[in-house]
T-cell receptor, first 114, second 110 residues
Framework: NAGVTQTPKFRVLKTGQSMTLLCAQD?????MYWYRQDPGMGLRLIHY???????AKGEVPDGYNVSRLKKQNFLLGLESAAPSQTSVYFC?????????????FGQGTRLTVV | AQSVTQPDIHITVSEGASLELRCNYS??????LFWYVQSPGQGLQLLLK??????LVQGIKGFEAEFKRSQSSFNLRKPSVHWSDAAEYFC????????FGPGTRLSVLP
């Protein structure tokens, strides 16, 4: 069972470059999320989606864009990378059913912006 | 608004000793509460969750947590810690989204 798969796992960018992180889930989940993890700050929500074609801002959306063209995929884009975006990025997905929900996580993408 | 605090940034215990990790939440409605564990370089794995009913919840790896509405707490416990439990632990509340606390890093002494 693949679950939630993130690509790439590691990336180094120069300031000003752009990139896209891909998240794919095979559990037919309606909801998908992008978090960033920084030391001492836990996981902070960047953007999320409650269904194909819909996205919404989370706690720290500035500098990021997302798209959900297919139910199983959730893309996170950095248009012009900044050193402050150096972080570990996690994608997660969950069922719409609140009573049976839990967040399933990918293995993370470690991004360094120099 | 949802929020989660974990007062302890880092805890060190000896192998075989008991463990309690603290979590306090803020949420206006009935909270859905979770504990996740993260080993170095890995994603997050669910330990246990609370939705309703019995306030003492059993999870994987011998962990349990107790929901106390009057204290807005959901503390994680384990009676005897193993060296393999060394990891980072995150408490989370689910309302509109999953909101995570800052985490508690657990070190285990041999």
């Amino acid at each position: 069972n693949a679950g939630v798969t993130q690509t790439p796992k590691f990336r180094v960018l120069k300031t000003g470059q752009s990139m896209t992180l891909l998240c794919a889930q095979d559990m037919n989940h309606e909801y998908m999320y992008w978090y960033r993890q920084d030391p001492g700050m836990g996981l902070r929500l960047i953007h999320y989606s409650v269904g194909e074609g819909t996205t919404a801002k989370g706690e720290v959306p500035d500098g990021y864009n997302v798209s959900r063209l297919k139910k199983q995929n959730f893309l996170l884009g950095l248009e012009s990378a900044a050193p402050s975006q150096t972080s570990v990025y996690f994608c997660a997905s969950s069922h719409r059913d609140r009573l049976n929900t839990e967040a399933f996580f990918g293995q993370g993408t470690r991004l360094t912006v120099v | 608004a949802q929020s989660v605090t974990q007062p302890d940034i880092h805890i060190t215990v000896s192998e075989g000793a008991s463990l309690e990790l603290r979590c306090n939440y803020s949420y206006g409605a009935t909270p859905y509460l979770f504990w996740y564990v993260q080993s170095p370089g890995q994603g997050l794995q669910l330990l246990l969750k609370y939705f309703s009913g019995d306030t003492l919840v059993q999870g994987i790896k011998g962990f349990e947590a107790e929901f106390k509405r009057s204290q807005s707490s959901f503390n994680l416990r384990k009676p005897s810690v193993h060296w393999s439990d060394a990891a980072e632990y995150f408490c989370a509340v689910y309302g509109q989204n999953f909101v995570f606390g800052p985490g508690t890093r657990l070190s285990v002494l041999p």
